[in-house]
């Protein structure tokens, strides 16, 4: 049990530090409503039928999003690679290749259809 007591104490604080600052905040923070402030905001787009395009987004947003969550992707697998690139070998080099090949070819085409581009 020793071994975990450090672990314990760390979660203790933790849950202390978050519904302390919870508490904080609610007895703190002013309680003045109005209609502006409680309606949903939708990234300053109307979220009316009328609105551009019947209320939808562009594609293009959902594109650029995808595109940043794959480099995400790429460098959470990267990073660990490249901290252990010696212990890997020829294997590794090998694997990571392909990895990087199989994340290129997609933003190449994206990049050739001009998905990049913002308009």
Same mark, same amino acid.
């Given at each position: 049990?020793?071994?975990?007591?450090?672990?314990?104490?760390?979660?203790?604080?933790?849950?202390?530090?978050?519904?302390?600052?919870?508490?904080?905040?609610?007895?703190?923070?002013?309680?003045?409503?109005?209609?502006?402030?409680?309606?949903?905001?939708?990234?300053?787009?109307?979220?009316? *039928?009328?609105?551009?395009?019947?209320?939808?987004? *562009?594609?293009?947003?959902?594109?650029?999003?995808?595109?940043?969550?794959?480099f995400d992707i790429e460098v959470v697998?990267?990073?660990?690679?490249?901290?252990?690139?010696?212990?890997?070998?020829?294997?590794g080099m090998v694997a990571m290749l392909?990895?990087?090949?199989?994340?290129?070819? *997609?933003?190449?085409?994206?990049?050739?259809?001009?998905?990049?581009?913002?308009?």
């Amino acid at each position: 049990m020793n071994a975990y007591a450090p672990l314990l104490v760390m979660i203790a604080a933790a849950l202390v530090i978050a519904v302390a600052g919870l508490v904080i905040s609610a007895i703190l923070s002013p309680n003045r409503y109005n209609r502006v402030k409680l309606a949903n905001y939708e990234c300053g787009v109307e979220a009316t *039928p009328s609105a551009g395009g019947s209320g939808r987004f *562009p594609v293009k947003y959902y594109l650029t999003a995808m595109t940043f969550i794959i480099f995400d992707i790429e460098v959470v697998f990267l990073y660990p690679w490249a901290v252990s690139f010696k212990d890997l070998g020829v294997f590794g080099m090998v694997a990571m290749l392909i990895f990087i090949f199989l994340i290129t070819v *997609p933003f190449v085409y994206e990049w050739r259809r001009g998905g990049l581009e913002w308009d």
